[in-house]
């Protein structure tokens, strides 16, 4: 059974950076689509970032595009989100998901993944 754990959230002023991070388990060797997600409160949740762990593509939301970068580590079964320039819109709980049974279709609006993390918390302040 996978298991994802996200760490790295916290509070940090607009125009600071963080870096999350998604660390997977109960696989060897990962294949498909990875993406990070997001909600904030009264919201619903979005997708932010996507990559295809398969020759590395990846897509992003109009609203980070430029700002935020999406990596995987097959050696170590971990997905990045590095987050530069942040605003307070990005105020919201990330979370990280595999398992989509369409993962050729790695881009903004694919929600069907089966595995999705805990959460954590990002606050950016003005």
């Known amino acids: 059974q996978v298991h994802l754990v996200e760490s790295g959230g916290g509070s940090v002023q607009a125009g600071g950076s963080l870096r999350l991070s998604c660390a997977a388990s109960?696989?060897?060797?990962?294949?498909?689509?990875l993406a990070w997600f997001r909600q904030a409160p009264g919201k619903e949740r979005e997708g932010v970032a996507y990559?295809?762990?398969?020759?590395?593509?990846?897509n992003y939301a109009d609203s980070v595009k430029g700002r935020f970068t999406i990596s995987h580590d097959n050696a170590k079964n971990t997905v990045y989100l590095q987050m530069d320039s942040l605003k307070p819109e990005d105020t919201a709980k990330y979370y990280c998901a595999e398992g989509s049974a369409h993962p050729w279709q790695c881009t903004i609006g694919l929600t069907d993944f089966s595995t999705w993390g805990q959460g954590t918390q990002v606050t950016v302040s003005s």
């Open positions: 990559i295809h762990t398969s020759g590395g593509n990846t």
């Open positions: 109960g696989y060897s060797y990962y294949s498909g689509c």
